[in-house]
């Protein structure tokens, strides 16, 4: 925590607050949903989570297998700490993130 913080906080609750409103700010900064094609897959995103349909034969879905998955989306691994999601991309055997603190 902490990101955006100024100032000297002198109360618990105050830097509760200024923290929230720091991560209400990067929220508003991030996008809200999003849709990347390649040739054999798709890729759904929102700010914090991503889901992915299709071939998957190098791992483009970025599940932890390399089944493809035609018919039933599946959610892919992004953990927290990356922070939220800015932007994706889909190639042809992969996917790219952008994630609002630049991972």
């Given amino acids: 925590g902490g990101k955006g913080v100024r100032g000297v906080v002198k109360k618990r609750g105050e830097l509760e607050w200024r923290e929230r409103e720091s991560e209400e700010r990067e929220a508003h900064s991030a996008i809200n949903s999003q849709v990347a094609t390649q040739q054999y897959h798709v890729v ?9 349909m299709g071939y998957n034969g190098n791992g483009e879905l970025g599940v932890g297998t390399t089944n493809n998955r035609n018919h039933t989306p599946l959610k892919m ?13 889909a190639g042809t055997y992969c996917t790219g993130v952008l994630s609002t603190t630049g991972k």
């Fill in 77 to 89: 691994i992004w953990k927290k700490e990356f922070g939220m999601i800015r932007q994706i991309a």
């Fill in 44 to 52: 759904v995103a929102t700010v914090s989570e991503i889901y992915g």
